[in-house]
Nanobody, 122 residues
Framework: VQMVESGGGLVQAGGSLRISCAAS????????VGWFRQAPGKERDFVAS????????YYADSVKGRFTISRDNAKNMLYLQMNSLKPEDTAVYFC????????????????WGQGTQVTVSS
């Protein structure tokens, strides 16, 4: 499964940004997908996920109430709307698809894209 992230950039604290992920595989609409992020010197962390239908979403506590994940299965696209951004949100953001589940991303594919850089200035 090839997934390409885009839309990152530099934004001031308190600002908003929407990042996107384009999936090339026909299976995209059948599986849960999610966003992850990796800050410099840290491990990659879960941010948010959405079920195949879009009915079920999960968020990390650190972004709950500020970020909204959504998907468009007709376009094979995944989105993350980020509001009230904080400097600690600065990271490279990645998307990935679960290998087996349509509800949660607990077993993402081993391969990752290049991600998109989000930098929040204070």
């Amino acid at each position: 499964v090839q997934m390409v992230e885009s839309g990152g950039g530099l934004v001031q604290a308190g600002g908003s940004l929407r990042i996107s992920c384009a999936a090339s595989d026909y299976s995209f609409s059948s599986y849960a997908v999610g966003w992850f992020r990796q800050a410099p010197g840290k491990e990659r962390d879960f941010v948010a996920s959405i079920s195949w239908s879009g009915d079920t979403t999960y968020y990390a506590d650190s972004v709950k109430g500020r970020f909204t994940i959504s998907r468009d299965n007709a376009k094979n696209m995944l989105y993350l709307q980020m509001n009230s951004l904080k400097p600690e949100d600065t990271a490279v953001y990645f998307c990935n698809q679960d290998r087996f589940s349509g509800v949660v991303v607990s077993q993402p594919y081993d391969s990752w894209g290049q991600g998109t850089q989000v930098t929040v200035s204070s």
